[in-house]
């Protein structure tokens, strides 16, 4: 008898045409956040946005809320706050590190700001290279998913 061994390959997540999201933004006026017009355009949502909040003031938009895509990715984004900056995590299947930090690159590519932004020494953070105002993405590891921790503001 010979064991049999099954090697799972890491989740690649679809790369990001960044002229087309960039373009997208702009037509929107920035108006729906860069991750989830890329979600949308590559993925299904497998669900109604949930636990859903909204802001009690000016147009009583959308502030937070949750949904799930297909390949088990969950999405929540949290903007409630006054002048308290976005916060979104996404959820994915264990995920190949490499095309995840391309993915990163061109998510940020994609609504560009006037500030640098580089990787720390393990390729864990994206982050403005003074530490300051832009956006920060954290990748982090459990045992059967890869998160992405991003929070953009002053």
Same mark, same amino acid.
């Given at each position: 008898m010979f064991p049999i061994i099954i090697f799972s390959q890491n989740f690649k997540i679809a790369k990001p045409n960044a002229t087309e999201l960039n373009a997208e933004m702009k037509r929107t006026n920035f108006a729906e956040d860069v991750i989830y017009m890329y979600l949308n355009r590559n993925y299904d949502?497998?669900?109604?946005?949930? =636990?859903?909040? /909204?802001?009690? /003031?000016?147009?009583?938009?959308?502030?937070?809320?949750?949904?799930?895509? =297909?390949?088990?990715?969950? /999405?929540?984004?949290?903007?409630?706050?006054?002048?308290?900056?976005i916060s979104i995590s996404l959820v994915l299947p264990k995920t190949d590190r490499e095309s995840l930090n391309q993915w990163i690159e061109?998510?940020?590519?994609?609504?560009?700001?006037?500030?640098?932004?580089?990787?720390?020494?393990?390729?864990?953070?994206?982050?403005?290279?003074?530490?300051?105002?832009?956006? /920060?993405?954290?990748?982090?590891?459990? =045992?059967?998913?890869?998160?992405? =921790?991003?929070?953009?503001?002053?």
């Open positions: 949502s497998i669900a109604k946005k949930r =636990e859903v909040i /909204y802001y009690n /003031y000016p147009d009583y938009s959308i502030c937070s809320f949750n949904q799930n895509f =297909e390949n088990g990715i969950n /999405y929540s984004i949290e903007q409630c706050k006054e002048a308290g900056g061109l998510i940020f590519k994609s609504s560009p700001m006037d500030i640098e932004h580089s990787w720390n020494s393990d390729k864990s953070k994206f982050e403005p290279t003074d530490k300051g105002v832009g956006c /920060y993405y954290e990748i982090k590891e459990t =045992e059967s998913n890869t998160i992405v =921790e991003n929070y953009c503001g002053c």
